[in-house]
């Protein structure tokens, strides 16, 4: 049994997307709903690599300097220097504390994009490798069922079922041999059968040969004809039925890229792109990243406030379907509200000590300036 991305998209992802699409029909509300529900249920996690990362900033100046001191002071000594790294850690906290929290939320994280990319939100695609084989191999041929993994679809906007593509025979055919190729459930059920229980499924089934097209014929009904020897691709694609509902500015959920074949510019897209761009470069202010990285050398500097820039042009040249662009920009809203709200917390009295020395040191530097990424902040009462 997956208790894997998979799992966590078909039994957690999906049951909390039905019912906020049965409260509010509406695609682009479950979204919004789905992430935002996501990312509470995540707001501890994320919270606690928040203020380690917070805490880390602080004291890694002084963290840097007492450790190398314990390793120069006891390096003929391994048990004694192992003895005070570690109470070095328990004063300022271990570096590796705030990898863990993201380290745990990052499969259900995977499982929302997975939900996402697939149906009813984008086309669902098979892939199926065929080998033909010359007339005089055929009784070389031993018939073997072959499968693809099964994907979620959704038959109507209420009803969806995990769905395989199925050659009863197998993937190796001889030429002149036809094969039809069967969508069906996991338990047998012919996809068919789901159309016809469903009057208000619109679900058309698409196959077309991707690699060696000259080698087969392609019916429409999914039968496959072998004309002649060699390898073949083949896929089969089950259209989303939200691919095209749109959602406030966006045109349509399922719609991917920025730029159309013709050159057209998908404004929504576009705009999504660069708002994510910016909310990147904001959390990366509110965190104290941009700062700490001019404080350390301007190379690291540079890749800092580069990152917005890489990231948003990755999302042009590798574009994903707006419904995931929705959410990324949505979860990056949260998460820089939540590094507003965290750095406003106050600090443990030995990193508060710290932090006032090195706003002291930053004010004479600067002509009385505060850190930035600091202002406004609370201080710990004793």
Not at 72 to 87: F, H, I, L, T
Not at 106 to 121: D, E, K, N, V, Y
């Amino acid at each position: 049994m997956d208790f894997g991305v998979g799992f966590l998209s078909n039994n957690v992802m999906l049951p909390i997307l039905d019912f906020f699409y049965g409260i509010v029909p509406s695609y682009g509300l479950a979204i919004v709903a789905l992430t935002l529900v996501i990312r509470f249920a995540l707001y501890p996690l994320s919270a606690g690599s928040i203020r380690s990362m917070r805490r880390m900033r602080v004291a890694q100046p002084e963290m840097q300097k007492r450790v190398k001191e314990v390793q120069e002071r006891y390096k003929d000594n391994p048990a004694k220097q192992q003895e005070e790294m570690s109470k070095v850690y328990k004063e300022f906290g271990n570096p590796l504390s705030g990898c863990l929290p993201v380290v745990l939320q990052m499969p259900i994280l995977f499982a929302l994009f997975a939900t996402l990319r697939g149906s009813p939100f984008s086309n669902v695609n098979y892939s199926l490798n065929l080998e033909v084989f010359p007339q005089e191999q055929i009784e070389r041929i031993q018939p073997q069922a072959f499968a693809t993994s099964p994907q979620n679809i959704y038959i109507t906007d209420t009803f969806h079922a995990p769905v395989l593509a199925l050659l009863p025979g197998g993937n190796k055919l001889g030429v002149g041999e036809k094969a039809r190729i069967e969508f069906q459930t996991v338990e047998g059920k012919p996809i068919e059968q789901l159309i016809d229980e469903n009057p208000n499924s619109n679900v058309e089934t698409k196959w077309e040969a991707t690699k060696g097209q000259e080698r087969v014929k392609i019916y429409e009904d999914g039968t496959i004809e072998a004309l002649e020897a060699g390898e073949v691709t083949i896929q089969g694609t089950i259209p989303g039925l939200a691919a095209q509902e749109g959602f406030l500015f966006v045109k349509a959920l399922g719609r991917v890229g920025a730029f159309d074949e013709q050159g057209n510019i998908h404004w929504d897209i576009l705009g999504m792109v660069l708002f994510f761009g910016i909310s990147l470069y904001v959390n990366q202010l509110l965190s104290g990243q941009q700062n700490q990285a001019s404080d350390d050398n301007s190379q690291q500097a540079a890749i800092t406030k580069m990152t917005p820039i890489i990231f948003s042009g990755m999302f042009l040249f590798f574009p994903l379907p707006a419904g995931v662009l929705m959410y990324m920009v949505i979860a990056n809203i949260f998460q820089t509200a939540q590094t507003f709200i965290l750095s406003r917390e106050p600090l443990p009295e030995n990193l508060q000590k710290i932090l006032e020395e090195q706003e002291k040191a930053a004010k004479k530097a600067k002509g009385g300036d505060e850190i930035p990424f600091e202002r406004g902040r609370s201080k710990k009462k004793a």
